[in-house]
């Protein structure tokens, strides 16, 4: 199970979590209400939904918010119907990415996506222009108090999984996307809950990007995920230390 590089997680970008808590709710209740209404309410029953609840635990929402979010999706209440889209294209310096929205607007969201590639650069594209350079992998990641790397690493591989990078801080597994949730249970039964588990689309490769095209990126890359109808972004970017040091100061 060789290590790969791990990939930019853009949320954790320039400390902007607390910033982006109330964005980040309103992101997680849409997925808690599409997953409930797309399956059953039954977490144990729905893994999608599953998925969803431990995204939102992760992000320490309350239970109640939870649950209300979950009854809202299943009790099919008008005004709570998202459309799950994908937008694919190219920032500055030719990084690709994709973009996943859930929506209640399509022509909205689109305008959006489409403002923020092309005034930073970028350039949208169709639907699998850019998807070929990623792979799709579920990824599982434990705090490193878990167990040593030896250990996380013979569960990994006993579970199925095709990967398992630990660090300092963190054991991070991955596996195929139709594993996925075969794996995560494997695992849980071992370690207890994950502290993240989600299936997401990771880079076969990083573009490298100077500092003038990292500038614009970023700021393209954060407008994006201030839209609320923006799930997550992912780019195959690669920013040297120094340049992020400097953009960040």
């Not at 791990?6 to 997680?28: E, P, S």
């Not at 399509?106 to 998807?131: D, M, P, Q």
């Not at 040593?148 to 596996?175: K, M, N, P, Q």
């Not at 573009?207 to 109808?229: G, H, N």
Request: hydrophobic share 40%; proline share 2%; charged share 30%.
């Amino acid at each position: 199970m060789a290590g790969h590089s791990q990939f930019k997680n853009i949320m954790h970008r320039k400390g902007a979590q607390d910033a982006k808590r109330a964005k980040v709710f309103t992101k997680l209740i849409r997925e808690l209400t599409t997953a409930a209404r797309s399956g059953l309410p039954d977490p144990a029953a729905n893994p999608r939904l599953r998925a969803a609840i431990i995204a939102a635990r992760a992000a320490n929402m309350t239970k109640d918010t939870i649950d209300r979010a979950v009854k809202r999706g299943a009790g099919g209440t008008e005004g709570d119907n998202y459309e799950e889209i994908r937008y694919e294209g190219y920032g500055p310096g030719g990084v690709a990415v994709i973009v996943e929205a859930l929506t209640d607007n399509r022509n909205r969201t689109a305008g959006e996506v489409r403002a923020a590639f092309s005034k930073h650069g970028g350039s949208l594209g169709e639907t699998g222009s850019v998807a070929f350079m990623f792979d799709r992998v579920g990824e599982i990641i434990y705090p490193a108090k878990v167990g040593s790397a030896d250990d996380v690493l013979e569960a990994a591989i006993e579970a199925g999984a095709d990967d398992c990078v630990s660090e300092t801080e963190t054991h991070r597994v991955a596996c195929k996307a139709e594993d996925f949730f075969a794996v995560k249970d494997a695992l849980e039964k071992r370690f207890g809950e994950a502290g993240e588990a989600k299936v997401v689309w990771r880079p076969q490769n990083q573009v490298a990007v100077d500092e003038e095209r990292a500038q614009s990126l970023i700021k393209m890359l954060e407008v994006l995920e201030d839209s609320d109808d923006v799930q997550n972004v992912y780019a195959n970017f690669e920013i040297a230390d120094d340049v992020m040091r400097k953009l960040s100061a």
